[in-house]
């Protein structure tokens, strides 16, 4: 399987994990099967002109593009089962990581990996448990006629996504502790970087933790970055699209497009929020 990081904005960095050609030979998990029934059936559903199928696909990506990219991140590693921790401790199969030299320097980017890793794990644990909490309070639900017991499945699904989250992290940190990561920088992610147009959104203060700056490269330096200790976009919609054209990964779009509005819309409330700040404190000094 091949990583990549990718710089969403000076302080925040997308994971992906791209899976390469399994063997011919290698059966197929009921995981996956699963996964590929739901969706078809999505698809389906999409598909419709009107109908319940219909309003329930439309709010299920509504909701969905509000998961944090972060867990679609972990979700796109695969759990780390015996025979794959066997395959990758006797160097069958390589692990690369593909970064972009320009933003993320080498020493810099096995602790990005171990942040991403390892950040939100407790969270996951603990959603994890309340999805499972709740799934015997909506079974009720399911008496009802006609319609299916969609606040079961939401948590069904969400519980699932949670786990994937977690185990992704636990197979990060697995590679990270035996170095059975190769990191490869890539003049093509690069190429795209520089190629973006300035100036980009950017905050005069952090948006995120102090324990974020390891998601990113927080001090690009340059005029496109004039408050190196707040945040600046590094990509955007646009650009991404020309990032998966490159990189010939058609799957990355949706995860770029995602993770860009994401950090789009933190980035605009929080100069929103300063905005209000140096406005509300200009009206008390003016009526000091």
């Known amino acids: 399987m091949r990583l990549y990081l990718l710089p969403i904005s000076t302080r925040r960095t997308l994971l992906y994990c791209q899976k390469l050609d399994a063997p011919a030979t290698q059966k197929q998990t009921w995981g996956d099967w699963l996964q590929g029934k739901a969706a078809r059936t999505w698809s389906d559903w999409e598909q419709k002109e009107k109908g319940w199928q219909k309003k329930v696909v439309s709010y299920g990506n509504y909701a969905l593009r509000r998961i944090p990219y972060e867990e679609w991140g972990l979700k796109s590693v695969p759990p780390l ?140 330096p340059g005029p496109e970055n004039p408050h190196p200790e707040g945040e600046t976009m590094l990509l955007n919609q646009a650009n991404g699209r020309k990032m998966t054209q490159a990189l010939d990964l058609p799957q990355l779009e949706i995860e770029l497009e995602r993770a860009i509005w994401q950090v789009e819309t933190a980035v605009q409330l929080s100069k929103e929020d300063i905005a209000e700040e140096n406005s509300r404190g200009g009206d008390e000094k003016k009526t000091q």
């Open 81 to 220: 089962s015996q025979r794959r921790k066997q395959v990758e401790l006797r160097g069958d199969e390589k692990v690369e990581v593909v970064y972009p030299k320009s933003l993320l320097p080498l020493g810099k980017v096995s602790k990005i990996l171990e942040a991403l890793a390892t950040e939100r794990e407790s969270l996951h644990k603990q959603r994890l448990a309340w999805c499972f909490v709740g799934m015997p309070v909506t079974i009720p639900i399911g008496l009802l006629p006609v319609i299916p017991n969609l606040p079961f499945f939401y948590l069904v699904y969400r519980a699932w996504s949670h786990w994937r989250a977690y185990a992704g992290g636990k197979h990060i940190q697995f590679l990270l502790k035996n170095n059975l990561l190769t990191y490869t920088p890539s003049p093509v992610v690069d190429a795209v970087y520089a190629g973006q147009e300035q100036p980009l959104p950017s905050t005069p203060e952090p948006t995120t933790s102090p324990n974020a700056e390891l998601l990113g490269n927080e001090k690009v």
